[in-house]
C-alpha cells in the first residue's frame, strides 16, 4: 500500500543543455506515481530539490487522486530539479488529508515512507519534547522529525557552514542509519535534503523498494513500475540496508554497515504493458491480456523430451518427493485460486492440500513440518500477511514455493522457489489476468508433482499440458462471443443490490471470486457459495428476482452437472432470475436459466480460466453503469502492505 517514487539526475542539470536525465525530476516522480496510483490514491505529492539559491526544497502535495496533486503543481509551478521524491498514498495513520499527504517536511529535508512505524507514539512524544511542532497525525511526518534532529546534531558537530553536498549526503546515511534502527514496524524511506541536492537517501525494512539503473541517472520505487518508462535495468533493497543515490552511483550498506552488491536484473515488462492500450479501463485491458497471461505463464515449460520443466524450482527433488502435505497461504483473489489449485493438485498427486488465508494461518499454531510444501499465492510478492505466513512456514522447517507475478518481490526472494505467473503488470485494483495465471501456475505445480512422483504417467502429463495450452485460444473466444451480451446484462442489472453465485467442486472458488469482484468494483452486496450449501441456510436469502449466478460443470461429469441443475430449479422455484454458464451444447440448463452465458468446453479442473472470465466483465460492466472508477475502487489498494 502507498507508492513511492524516487529521482536524482545530474546536479547541472537545471542548465537546460545539460547531461541526459537533466532537470526531468518532475517528469520521472509524476510518471511513476501514475503507474504507482493502484497502490493507493487517499492523496499524492512530492518532493523536489535543486542546487540553486532561491527556493532549494520544494514540497507541493493535495488530497485525493493524482490529477489534483496535477493542478496544484500547475498553481506552484515548481522550477526543474535535480533530484526529487513522490508518493501516493493509502491511508494508515492519519485521514486522507493534504497535511497528512507525504512528503513530510522537517528541518532541510522531506520524506515519504510506505509502511507502519509501530512505535511511532513514543517516538512522537520524543519529538515534541524536542520542541518540534507536528503538522499532521502521521508516523512518517514523526520520522522526518527524528530524521530532521539526528541530522541535524551531526551537521552542528562538523564546523558550521563547512559541510558540502557529499559530506550532508554522508551525514544524512548516518542519520537514516541512526534513526531506522530505533523504528519498529515496516518502512520503505525516501529523504532528499536541500543541502545534498543531487542525493536520495533510503531504507528498506519488510515493504517494498527497488532500485532502477540508469544512464546518468538513478531511480527508486516501490516497484518497476515507477521507473520503467525510464529504465529496465533494476536492482533488489533487503530489509534493513541503507541507501545513497546520485546520478552516477549507488552504494548500499547492509545491516552492519557494510557496503554490499545488490543482484541486478532486466525488467522484462515494458512501459507500454502498463497502460491501457485503447482500452477505457485498465481492468478491461487486464481482462483481455488474459490469454496472453496464461500462454505467456506456460510458455518455455517443457523439454525436448515433452517433460514438464520448472528451471526455477530450486527445492531438492528428493524433499518434493517426501512431502506429506502441502499448505497454500494467500489472500483474497489470490486465496481462491488456491483453492482451485487444491481440486487439481489432490486429484493429480494424490497429496492433501489444505488452504489457508495468510493472515489467519501463524496464528492459530498450524501443523507444518519438514513434509510440507508451503505454496504461497501473491501478485505483488508484496502482501504482508503472506510473507509473514511465508515466514512463519520457514520457521517450522517447511519449504515455501512462491506463486508471484511480480520479479524481486519480497516474497519472491524469501521462499525457497519462485514459480513466476506471467502475467505482465496488474495495474487495476482488481485482480484478474493475477487470478488466471495464478491457477495457471498452479496447475504447472500439480503436474510437476505428479510427474515428479510418479502418480501419473507422462503421457498423461503431456496430454494435460496439451489441453492447457488450449485455453488461451478458448478464452480469447469466448470473449469475442460473449462480451458484449455480459456487459449489456451488467447495464441491465445496475439497480439490482444484491446477488448471489453458486458452483460446486471447481465452481465454487469460481463463485465466490464473482462475488468478490463484485463487491470490490461496485459495492453491491454479493455472496458466492457452495451450491451444495445453499439447502443448509442461504436458501432464505432468496427472493423475487434476485439474480443468482450458477456454474455448472460439463455434462460429462453427470454426477456434479446433475445436481448442480437441480440447485438452479431450487432457487428458480423460490423466485430467483437464474443467469447461468454453461458449456456450449449443454441443453439441460436451457428450460432453467433466464439468460445462459455459453462457455467452450474445457477439462473440467481447467473450467475456472474460462468461467471466471464473465463475471469479471460483468462485475466491470455494472461498475461503469453505475458510474463508478473500476481501477481504483474506494477504501482499496493494490498491494496491501500492512497486516
Ligand atoms: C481482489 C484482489 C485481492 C488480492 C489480495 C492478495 O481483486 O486483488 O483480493 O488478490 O489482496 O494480493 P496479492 O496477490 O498481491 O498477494
Not at 181 to 204: M, N, Y
Not at 266 to 294: L, R
Not at 307 to 323: F, T, Y
Not at 391 to 407: D, K, M, P, W
Request: include cysteine; charge should be negative.
Amino acid at each position: 500500500m502507498c507508492g513511492i517514487v524516487g529521482h536524482v539526475g545530474p546536479l547541472n542539470s537545471i542548465n537546460p543543455a545539460g547531461a541526459p536525465g537533466s532537470g526531468r525530476s518532475l517528469e520521472v516522480l509524476l510518471d511513476g506515481l501514475s503507474r504507482l496510483e493502484y497502490r493507493g490514491y487517499d492523496s499524492a505529492g512530492i518532493a523536489l530539490v535543486r542546487p540553486d539559491d532561491g527556493e532549494r526544497l520544494t514540497v507541493v502535495k493535495a488530497a485525493g487522486k493524482l490529477d489534483n496533486l496535477r493542478a496544484a503543481l500547475d498553481e506552484a509551478g515548481p522550477a526543474p530539479a535535480t533530484a526529487g521524491i513522490g508518493h501516493t498514498r493509502w491511508a494508515t495513520h492519519g485521514g486522507p488529508t493534504t497535511e497528512n499527504a507525504h512528503p513530510h517536511r522537517a528541518g532541510t529535508l522531506a520524506v515519504v515512507h510506505n509502511g507502519i512505524i509501530e512505535n511511532f507514539r513514543a517516538l512522537r512524544a520524543e519529538v515534541e519534547e524536542a520542541g518540534r511542532t507536528l503538522l499532521s497525525a502521521t508516523d512518517t511526518e514523526v520520522v522526518a522529525h527524528l530524521l530532521d534532529l539526528d541530522f541535524s546534531a551531526r551537521l552542528a558537530a562538523g564546523e558550521a557552514g563547512t559541510v558540502g553536498p557529499d559530506a550532508a549526503a554522508a551525514l544524512l546515511v548516518e542519520s537514516m542509519r541512526a534513526v531506522t534502527d530505533r523504528l519498529e514496524g515496516t518502512f520503505a524511506l525516501l529523504a532528499v535534503t536541500e543541502l545534498a541536492p543531487g542525493a536520495i537517501i533510503a531504507a528498506r525494512r519488510s515493504s517494498p523498494l527497488v532500485i532502477g539503473l540508469g544512464e546518468g541517472e538513478n531511480f527508486l520505487g516501490s516497484d518497476v513500475a515507477a521507473f520503467v518508462a525510464f529504465t529496465t535495468h533494476a536492482a533488489e533493497v533487503d530489509d534493513d540496508q541503507v541507501l545513497l543515490l546520485t546520478a552516477d552511483a549507488v552504494t548500499v550498506w547492509d545491516a552492519a554497515g557494510n557496503v554490499v552488491t545488490p543482484n541486478t536484473w532486466e525488467v522484462s515488462w515494458d512501459a507500454s504493458a502498463a497502460v491501457k492500450g485503447g482500452y477505457e479501463t485498465f481492468m478491461d485491458k487486464e481482462i483481455h491480456d488474459q490469454p496472453t497471461a496464461v500462454a505467456d505463464t506456460l510458455l518455455g515449460r517443457v523439454n525436448d523430451r515433452g517433460e514438464l520443466v520448472l528451471d526455477e524450482m530450486r527445492i531438492d527433488p528428493a524433499v518434493l518427493r517426501s512431502i506429506d502435505k502441502i499448505i497454500v497461504v494467500a489472500c483474497g483473489t489470490a486465496a481462491y485460486a488456491g483453492h482451485v489449485a487444491k481440486y487439481a493438485i489432490e486429484h493429480w498427486c494424490r497429496i492433501p492440500v489444505e488452504i489457508e488465508l495468510a493472515h489467519e494461518f501463524r496464528y492459530r499454531d498450524p501443523i507444518v513440518s519438514e513434509k510440507t510444501l508451503t505454496v504461497a499465492i501473491s501478485q505483488s510478492g508484496e502482501t504482508m500477511d503472506t510473507i509473514h505466513a511465508v515466514r512463519h512456514a520457514r520457521e517450522q522447517g517447511s519449504r515455501a514455493l512462491a506463486i508471484v507475478n511480480t520479479y524481486g518481490s519480497t516474497i519472491a526472494r524469501e521462499a525457497d522457489a519462485v514459480l513466476y505467473t506471467h502475467a505482465g503488470p496488474e495495474v487495476a485494483v482488481a485482480s484478474t489476468k493475477a487470478f488466471i495465471s495464478q491457477i495457471t501456475a498452479c496447475y504447472l505445480l500439480g503436474l510437476y508433482l505428479a510427474q515428479l512422483r510418479g502418480n501419473k504417467w507422462p503421457d498423461e502429463v503431456a496430454d494435460y499440458l496439451e489441453n492447457l495450452g488450449k485455453m488461451p485460444a478458448k478464452i480469447e473466444r469466448l470473449l469475442a462471443e460473449q462480451e458484449d451480451m455480459v456487459r449489456e446484462l451488467g447495464e441491465q442489472l445496475a439497480d439490482q443490490t444484491s446477488f448471489l453465485f453458486l458452483g460446486r467442486h471447481v465452481g465454487y472458488p469460481v463463485a465466490l471470486e464473482g462475488a468478490l469482484k463484485l463487491k470490490e468494483v461496485a459495492y453491491v452486496h454479493a455472496e458466492g457459495f457452495a451450491a451444495g450449501e445453499l439447502k443448509h441456510g442461504p436458501i432464505a436469502l432468496v427472493e423475487e428476482g434476485l439474480p443468482v449466478f450458477v456454474i455448472v460443470p460439463t455434462p460429462r461429469r453427470p454426477v456434479l452437472h446433475d445436481k448442480v441443475i437441480s440447485n438452479i430449479q431450487e432457487v428458480r422455484a423460490r423466485g430467483a432470475r437464474t443467469i447461468v454458464i454453461a458449456e456450449e451444447g449443454d441443453e439441460a440448463v436451457t428450460p432453467f436459466a433466464d439468460t445462459v452465458i455459453r462457455i467452450p468446453a474445457a477439462p473440467t479442473l481447467m473450467w475456472p480460466l474460462l468461467t471466471v472470465v464473465p463475471l469479471q466483465i460483468f462485475a466491470a460492466a455494472l461498475a461503469k453503469a453505475r458510474g463508478l472508477d473500476v481501477d481504483q475502487p474506494r477504501n482499496l489498494a493494490k498491494s496491501v502492505t500492512v497486516e
